[in-house]
């Protein structure tokens, strides 16, 4: 591969034409060879591409084909006859091609970081973190899929007599709708379960994000799963969805509420199942004993990872009136500490947000708080001489039910403070509003906060920890309640909402009709006493 000054990663990008005296930002374009072989992945035919851009500079990465209906009706006809003879495979063949999956990841990782920071902008140990869960996730399965998929034993209604047996049955060909502030993890840690369980999946990954998604793909062929078993369509959102809903046997959805809606709506109709993880507008609590240095380094991870564009990341501050003077010192000087670039070296603290539609959003959230009265803390300025998209960490003060961020998502690296006098009343303002996704409390007293955890209404929460406690521990789910979504990603749930249960009992003996001239009447006095009976001895 040619390259002219390659990126540390010997990845496959070359730089741009800028002139490091005069700006500096850098420049990274994608060798043409290299975006084809990606793009060659889709099933797109209508002749049109979308043209795909780097956030870091605004420059051409590469020309997205754009699928038809008729492309996804072709994905989804594809994906349908990989997937019988995929089913029919055993369980450890598709264990042992996730664990090589799992290496082969670890192996490219650098190529991946690369691809990932050009579609979306952000930090590089922001991007090295999706590699990373992509890897857990595929060894987590592997290694824990006859505990989640093997035939189990049930108790029958006679002892001795009535055998049961549940099996875990494929669903089919699971339709996924992933996002683009995690372009590869959410391409993959969704679908990796669905894979093992059996199914095909036709994915749909954001426009934004195109690239990443597809490299997936391709590294999915070249572990060893089946080419036709994982599809790739590419188009607006309102055109492929609702084909893939008509087609689909399951849907998985990250995204907006309002999307959510519309996507679990379509699934009703149909009767088919769906998981949906959606907004959130999470909050953190730093109790008065809390270890005030490690809540304000958590309490930074969690509000500008990313640049604040993730799921669980943190927009509301509650700090207890005791410390909170000391924490702000403290959480302020960190966030005025950080190192920003739009660059793709590692040392960055955060990077880029993805879109003009971003920074429109955090700039007008940020300005009308400013002019309803709240204060600015740190930050609270774009940074077009970092990137066209760059807006600096910011937190707020002041914050009222009046201004839009107080309970509407910004999705971006702004954070509002607000001071607590009682537990109780911290806990009813974390879970005001409609969301509930995820939540951290800071305290040295473990079983305090783990007492206060069961009382705030958030799929997952972390104690001494901004998100990645949840967010890596795979065995345990994650997701939301209320309007923060429905269903789970992770653990048993993550694989299982992907099957369908088949109970199956075999009698011997004993027929449950009258036997041997009895009469219905006493046919059911003797039941009767077996009920009575079966109680006295325990039995469920």
Not at 130 to 141: C, G, K, M, Q, S
Not at 235 to 253: A, H, K, L, N, V
Not at 355 to 378: F, I, M
Request: with cysteine; net charge negative.
């Amino acid at each position: 591969m040619s390259a002219q000054n390659p990126t540390p990663s010997g990845g496959p990008v070359v730089d741009g034409p800028h002139d490091p005296e005069h700006d500096p930002r850098a420049s990274y374009a994608l060798e043409p060879d290299y975006t084809a072989a990606l793009t060659a992945r889709l099933v797109a035919t209508s002749g049109r591409s979308a043209e795909a851009r780097s956030p870091l500079d605004d420059a051409p990465l590469a020309h997205i084909p754009q699928s038809t209906a008729d492309d996804v009706a072709e994905a989804y006809a594809r994906a349908r006859r990989a997937q019988v003879a995929w089913a029919r495979t055993s369980l450890d063949h598709r264990s042992a091609v996730l664990l090589r999956l799992h290496d082969l990841i670890l192996d490219r990782q650098d190529e991946v970081i690369d691809l990932i920071q050009l579609e979306s902008g952000k930090a590089r140990k922001h991007a090295f973190d999706e590699p990373l869960h992509v890897a857990l996730t595929a060894r987590y399965y592997a290694r824990t899929a006859h505990q989640h998929l093997d035939t189990r034993r049930k108790i029958g209604v006679v002892p001795g007599l009535t055998r049961v047996e549940l099996n875990r049955i494929p669903k089919g060909v699971v339709g996924i709708i992933s996002p683009w502030n995690y372009p590869f993890t959410m391409a993959l840690c969704d679908g990796l379960p669905a894979l093992l369980a059996g199914n095909a999946v036709v994915a749909k990954p954001d426009h934004q994000t195109m690239l990443s998604a597809l490299l997936a793909a391709q590294l999915l062929e070249e572990a060893g799963f089946p080419k036709d078993l994982w599809q790739v369509v590419a188009g607006p959102g309102t055109q492929i969805g609702p084909e893939m809903i008509q087609r689909s046997d399951y849907i998985c959805f990250t995204g907006s509420t309002a999307t959510g809606r519309i996507i679990a709506k379509g699934c009703a109709e149909r009767l088919i199942g769906c998981s949906l993880e959606l907004g959130g507008k999470n909050p953190l609590l730093v109790l008065r004993d809390a270890d005030l240095e490690r809540a304000a380094e958590g309490a930074v991870r969690a509000s500008f990872s990313n640049a604040g564009q993730l799921c669980v990341s943190m927009e509301r501050l509650f700090v207890a009136d005791q410390v909170y003077d000391r924490f702000v010192e403290r959480f302020v000087a960190r966030t005025e500490s950080m190192t920003l670039g739009a660059t793709m070296e590692w040392g960055n603290d955060m990077g880029t947000l993805i879109s003009q539609q971003q920074l429109d959003t955090v700039t007008a959230h940020v300005e009308d708080a400013v002019a309803k009265g709240a204060r600015v803390l740190a930050g609270g300025n774009a940074r077009p001489d970092l990137g066209p998209y760059f807006y600096e960490p910011t937190i707020l003060e002041g914050v009222d039910p009046e201004m839009t961020c107080f309970g509407t998502e910004t999705f971006g690296p702004v954070v509002s403070l607000y001071r607590f006098h009682d537990e109780a009343d911290a806990i009813a303002r974390a879970n005001a509003g409609q969301y509930g996704l995820n939540a951290s409390i800071y305290s040295r007293d473990g079983d305090r906060a783990r007492s206060i955890a069961r009382q705030i209404k958030c799929g997952t929460v972390n104690i001494n920890e901004a998100f990645a406690a949840t967010f890596a521990s795979l065995d345990a789910p994650m997701g939301g309640m209320r309007e923060s979504g429905m269903g789970r990603r992770q653990g048993a749930e993550g694989i299982l909402r992907y099957t369908e249960t088949q109970s199956v009992a075999t009698q011997r003996l004993l027929r449950f009709a009258p036997q041997f001239g009895m009469s219905d009447e006493g046919y059911a006095k003797v039941m009767t006493a077996n009920l009575r009976l079966m109680k006295k001895l325990g039995r469920p």
